[in-house]
């Protein structure tokens, strides 16, 4: 498809404090875009909200990632 920018939010309950990452990710597991590399300490668990814009990405199939600590925690499909 044609390169498109999207906004959006991305929401997601964080279990602990930690090293979160958070990318898009398309349909072969590779990482198109990082979002937040970012250490969360002091703020304990809770709920996040993240706004992106995606960069010139292909229309298609994505999967949103959050990772904490390395491992994966949450993992949800979006298209645009």
Do not use: W
């Not at 602990?16 to 958070?22: D, E, L, P």
């Not at 809770?46 to 390395?70: E, I, N």
Request: hydrophobic share 30%; proline share 5%.
């Amino acid at each position: 498809g044609k390169p498109t920018s999207v906004q959006g939010i991305f929401e997601y309950d964080l279990p602990a404090n930690g090293h979160v990452r958070v990318g898009i990710y398309d349909s072969s597991g590779k990482l198109v875009q990082l979002l937040v590399d970012d250490i969360c300490d002091g703020k304990g668990s809770g709920r996040l909200f993240y706004t992106f814009r995606t960069k010139d990405l292909p229309a298609g199939k994505y999967y949103t990632r959050l990772m904490l600590d390395g491992m994966l925690t949450k993992e949800s499909p979006i298209e645009f």
